[in-house]
């Protein structure tokens, strides 16, 4: 009986220390993402290309989600920053796509797939990117939305799809948004949530990070709508509507709620570097809007935490470049800035021990 009962204590203390050994602690980690429209593959400021690699690298982003973008010097351009920011001394991957947007990462890319796809991507395009980040799947979606039918000029006094001034702005919200459903953006974003909702499923971290054209709900409401010539308006804007109504959260509102206080403009940045005509669409209007996001599904093991905007600190305001007044954290590297869009970073807390 004792040679029993001791054999059991043994078992039973072997087992305790195998079960201590298989509970890890977790480590908690931060994860960067950025996203970046980098204005016809580089091409309307001179030296861009070399100034997107400097963004990146000052950014310090470990996943970068990059917009229209063109072959470089006969090269395609994911695969061209690979190599340059590899002979700069930083790894990183990513992979050659038909598409205009793509993905590259600190992190080895397992798989890549198109989710939108369109002729000459003037309908909007979609990429998913799959890697493994802390023990978790973790998959990345870069989005270039439709730009034309840009209903956020209508209450500006302009018109979203000829870019001409209107005799007065259209306020209502059923006009607004009947002009913004000509446009392909709800249907790519209808595509991205049913593509997404297997890496829901399996427990996989989404995110989605694009220049949307398009603004969001959560932007337009009753405490703007007597700013940046709103004109009164209050949009509840399809896509983010759309992703919100899903589950997904924009993880810029997420870590700064007060659209008043923390604006998070992204177009038309205030860039020196070329003629200010060249920037903006509505010349005689306020056209100022936070259209570049980051979106994530909430899971235990991912939280946003941080959030700047990256690049200037000025925008265009009725054709002329002013200075922000806001409460946004700004990140800018003191050289010039590449393109038209200012570009936004998300600092996600990220555990390695949560499933």
């Known amino acids: 009986m004792k040679v029993k009962g001791l054999t059991c204590i043994l078992v039973f203390l072997l087992g305790s220390v195998g079960m201590l050994r298989a509970a890890e602690p977790s480590v908690t980690f931060s994860l960067k993402a950025m996203q970046m429209n980098i204005w016809k593959g580089g091409s309307m400021v001179e030296g861009a290309v070399g100034m997107i690699a400097d963004e990146i690298i000052h950014s310090d982003a470990d996943l970068i989600f990059l917009n229209e973008l063109r072959n470089f010097q006969g090269e395609n351009f994911i695969l061209y920053m690979v190599k340059e920011l590899r002979r700069r001394g930083h790894i990183y ?4 796509s038909s598409l205009a947007v793509g993905v590259l990462s600190r992190f080895p890319i397992e798989s890549q797939e198109v989710v939108f796809p369109c002729a000459k991507n003037e309908k909007g395009a979609i990429l998913r990117v799959v890697m493994a980040v802390g023990g978790h799947k973790v998959a ?24 001409e001034k209107m005799d007065a702005p259209v306020v209502d919200e059923t006009e607004i948004l009947a002009m913004n459903r000509k446009s392909y953006r709800e249907e790519a974003i209808s595509t991205f949530l049913r593509r997404s909702q297997s890496d829901i499923a399996q427990g996989f971290a989404v995110l989605l990070a694009g220049d949307f054209n398009e603004p969001s709900h959560l932007d337009w409401t009753v405490r703007t709508k007597n700013l ?19 589950g997904f959260r924009d993880a810029y509102r997420t870590v700064y709620p007060n659209p008043v206080t923390h604006p998070g403009f992204t177009f038309p940045a205030g860039n020196r ?10 010349p005689e209007a306020d056209e100022r809007d936070r259209i570049d996001f980051i979106y994530y599904y909430p899971a235990s093991f991912l ?53």
């Open 273 to 282: 570097a070329v003629a200010v005509d060249k920037l903006t669409w509505a």
């Open 228 to 246: 940046w010539e709103h004109n009164g308006a209050i949009v509840n804007w399809s896509c983010s509507s759309m992703l919100y109504e899903k």
């Open 93 to 96: 991957y990513g992979e050659k």
């Open 303 to 355: 939280a946003p935490k941080k959030a700047w905007v990256v690049g200037p600190t000025e925008s265009v305001v009725r054709g002329v470049i002013k200075k922000e007044k806001g409460k946004d954290r700004f990140l800018r590297s003191g050289k010039q800035w590449p393109t038209d869009h200012k570009a936004v970073m998300i600092s996600f807390s990220v555990n390695s021990g949560v499933n």
């Open 140 to 163: 990345a979606y870069a989005a270039h939305l439709d730009y034309r039918h840009y209903a956020c000029y209508l209450p500006r006094g302009y018109d979203g799809s000829s870019w």
